[in-house]
Every structure is written in structure tokens, then in C-alpha cells.
């Protein structure tokens, strides 16, 4: 079993930068991918950005150029860093890993909200 943990969600202005963090514990043998999706108010959950075991990455069109997703394998933690961030950037991001056995596991979420 894994348990993921995400962090740093919070509120920020128009523009501003927020950097989300999530770690992986538990029983398992390794992490291959580990994403970052979001779900806004009466919207679908969509993909913001993924990373596999050898850093290939992965971005909605949405957030190229602003996010960027990178991990620390030896910890097995994920990061999203969001710049210039907007109103549309508003949402419970969630952290997803897929283990070595293909099962996908999903933190609880965190917040983030964009105003001005």
C-alpha cells in the first residue's frame, strides 16, 4: 500500500508562485510515474503534468511555460512549481504515483486558490 501526502497548497494572488510537494510512503518497491492533476468546482479532474522514473516529463497545454514538475527519487517525493499563476489555475490539485505493479494511488488533495 502507498500513501501519498501532498503540501503547499494555499492562497496567492494573481501572478503569483506556489510550490506543491508530495510524499510517497508505505509498502511498495518502487515509483515509476508520479503526476500532478486537478479538479476544479463542477469540472472534470484533468492531467496537469507528469514525470516518470527517468525524469521524461509531460504538461497540459494549460500550464506549459509556468508549471514545472520534477521529483526526488531517492525520496520518493514529487513537485509542482507553479509561476504566474492565474484565477483558471483554481483547484484541489491531487498527486498521483504508479507503482512498479502498475497500481495507481492518489493523495487526498490540496487547495489552491488564485485571486486577486
Known amino acids: 500500500q502507498v500513501q501519498l501526502v501532498e503540501s503547499g497548497g494555499g492562497l496567492v494572488q494573481i501572478g503569483g508562485s506556489l510550490k506543491l510537494s508530495c510524499a510517497a510512503s508505505g509498502s511498495f518497491f518502487s515509483i515509476n510515474a508520479m503526476g500532478w492533476y486537478r479538479q476544479a468546482p463542477g469540472k472534470q479532474r484533468e492531467l496537469v503534468a507528469t514525470?516518470?522514473?527517468?525524469?521524461?516529463?509531460n504538461y497540459a497545454d494549460a500550464v506549459k511555460g509556468r508549471f514545472t514538475i520534477s521529483r526526488d527519487n531517492a525520496k520518493n517525493m514529487v513537485y509542482l512549481q507553479m509561476n504566474s499563476l492565474k484565477p483558471e489555475d483554481t483547484a484541489v490539485y491531487y498527486c498521483?504515483?504508479?507503482?512498479?505493479?502498475?497500481?495507481?494511488?492518489w493523495g487526498q488533495g490540496t487547495q489552491v486558490t488564485v485571486s486577486s
Open positions: 514525470i516518470t522514473r527517468s525524469y521524461m516529463t
Open positions: 498521483k504515483a504508479v507503482s512498479s505493479s502498475n497500481r495507481e494511488y
